[in-house]
């Protein structure tokens, strides 16, 4: 079992940034690849970036290239989303997920455990 505690959304202007945490415990965090999904009032959750177990490998959804960063810190049991540049079309729920597989996967039913999301808000 593992637990995923998401912190740092919030509210920011558009063109602005934050970073978002998730704090991984229970199982050993490094054999777990981790996702960043988001979701909208109305819309489906979709996939915003993957990082494999070593950071080596990661993987982004077009709307966020250029403009987030994901990573990890396997000491620390986190993984981190930097987001610059935020638009208002960013807006949502956002919520971190680990697979016990440890590869960079984009679609959400592969993920086996999930944070409880953190709400970041873009205004305009």
């Known amino acids: 079992q593992v637990q995923l505690v998401e912190s740092g959304g919030g509210l920011v202007q558009a063109g602005g940034s934050l970073r978002l945490s998730c704090a991984a415990s229970?199982?050993?965090?490094?054999?777990?690849?981790m996702g960043w999904f988001r979701q909208a009032p109305g819309k489906e959750r979709e996939f915003v970036a993957a990082?494999?177990?070593?950071?080596?490998?990661?993987y982004y959804a077009d709307s966020v290239k250029g403009r987030f960063t994901i990573s990890r810190d396997n000491a620390k049991n986190t993984v981190y989303l930097q987001m610059n540049s935020l638009k208002p079309e960013d807006t949502a729920v956002y919520y971190c997920?680990?697979?016990?597989?440890?590869?960079?996967?984009?679609?959400?039913?592969?993920?086996?455990?999930w944070g409880q999301g953190t709400q970041v808000t873009v205004s305009s």
């Open positions: 997920a680990a697979d016990a597989s440890d590869k960079v996967r984009v679609i959400a039913y592969l993920y086996d455990y």
């Open positions: 229970g199982r050993t965090f490094s054999n777990y690849g």
């Open positions: 990082i494999g177990w070593s950071g080596s490998s990661t």
